[in-house]
């Protein structure tokens, strides 16, 4: 990556440790379908500051989706029909 596109991206960056994501895995993989759902896991995400680059790309990368049904998997349309 050259310089430039570095510094933009250090620019784009400099106030991103002050957000933070939240993800919640349900305890059943069905429940994924679900609108709602009472029982499973809820992560909160606060990111390093700073965080390489690379190390953003890894942690993006490194998204299971062991616990999404196969049928979603193979399927992705058909979660826009569930609700």
């Keep these: 990556m050259t310089e430039r596109v570095e510094a ?3 620019e ?3 106030n991103f440790g002050d957000k933070f994501s939240l ?3 349900p305890e ?3 429940q994924y379908c679900l609108w709602n759902c009472d ?3 809820m992560k909160t995400n606060l990111p390093l ?3 390489s680059w690379q190390d953003l790309v890894k942690k993006a990368n ?3 989706l062991d616990r999404i ?3 979603l998997q193979t399927n992705p349309n058909l979660y826009y029909f569930l609700f």
Excluded: K, R
Aim: net charge negative.
């Design 49 to 51: 500051t700073p965080q």
């Design 12 to 14: 784009l960056l400099e």
């Design 62 to 64: 490194s998204i299971t």
């Design 69 to 71: 049904p196969h049928y």
């Design 23 to 25: 993800s919640l895995s």
């Design 28 to 30: 059943e993989s069905w």
């Design 8 to 10: 933009t991206l250090g």
């Design 39 to 41: 029982d499973g896991l």
